[in-house]
Nanobody
Framework: QVQLVESGGGLVQAGGSLRLSCAASGLTLIAYRMAWFRQAPGKEREFVAG????????DYSDSVKGRFTISRDNAKNTVYLQMTSLKPEDTAVYYC???????????????????WGKGTLVTVSS
């Protein structure tokens, strides 16, 4: 059974940093691209960052570009999201997602992901 488990969320002051992790079990992530999405209260889920299967290509939403960094360690079957210069508007539940087989290029749409974690809450206080 495929499972994605996020960790690392919590409460942080504006300007602070957090590192989220997404550990996978039940499959090897190396063949798939991965992404982070987030959903703030009362808002739709939105794309945050994505990474190619090899880790050589990344993509970010404009709202986090320059502040967040996505990375992966295929040997550990884990994907990370380093978040710096956090703002109150970054407050959300952050979800890790796995790309569908064969979907290796193009924008990271939620419809292109087939497995999701349950999310980890990030709260940024002002």
């Amino acid at each position: 059974q495929v499972q994605l488990v996020e960790s690392g969320g919590g409460l942080v002051q504006a300007g602070g940093s957090l590192r989220l992790s997404c550990a996978a079990s039940g499959l090897t992530l190396i063949a798939y691209r991965m992404a982070w999405f987030r959903q703030a209260p009362g808002k739709e889920r939105e794309f945050v960052a994505g990474i190619s299967w090899s880790g050589t290509s990344t993509d970010y939403s404009d709202s986090v570009k320059g502040r967040f960094t996505i990375s992966r360690d295929n040997a550990k079957n884990t994907v990370y999201l380093q978040m710096t210069s956090l703002k109150p508007e970054d407050t959300a539940v952050y979800y890790c997602a796995k790309g569908r087989p064969g979907v290796l290029t193009g924008p990271f749409f939620a419809s292109g992901m087939d497995y999701w974690g349950k999310g980890t809450l990030v709260t940024v206080s002002s």
